[in-house]
């Protein structure tokens, strides 16, 4: 079974940190591209999301794209001998509330922009973990 599985969401007030974890299995992390999405809360009365964003993304050779709101406070990371995916969110803000999916590239040895990707380049997806920061 070729799957992502994350982990390390909950709530946390702001100026906080939390680190996601995402195990994955069928494949190495570290022979394609990585990353992370996450989307938002809707208004509550439509009962969706907004769209889905990418956070931020590693590549093989180690280059990285993060989105420009999170610059500078979250890390992408990796560990090889675990198999597992990480992301180190710090100085976390209430903005940074939403649901946080690990995603795979389906390809071995797939590249992604240092200047973003689309929901379209993963093929691989965890359930997502969610992360709440209160002001």
């Known amino acids: 079974v070729l799957e992502v599985v994350e982990s390390g969401g909950g709530s946390v007030e702001a100026g906080g940190s939390l680190k996601l974890s995402c195990v994955a299995s069928?494949?190495?992390?570290?022979?394609?591209?990585m990353g992370w999405f996450r989307q938002a809360p809707g208004p509550e009365r439509e009962g969706v999301g907004t769209e889905r964003k990418l956070v931020a993304t590693l590549n093989r050779d180690g280059r990285t794209y993060y989105h420009t709101s999170v610059e500078g406070r979250f890390t992408i990371s990796r560990d090889s001998d675990t198999n597992t995916l990480y992301l180190q969110m710090d100085n976390l803000k209430p903005e940074d509330t939403a649901m946080y999916y690990c995603v795979g590239t389906g390809l071995y040895g797939a590249y992604c922009s240092t200047y973003g990707e689309e929901t379209r380049s993963f093929t691989y997806w965890g359930q997502g973990t969610h992360v709440t920061v209160s002001s």
């Open positions: 069928g494949f190495t992390v570290s022979s394609r591209c």
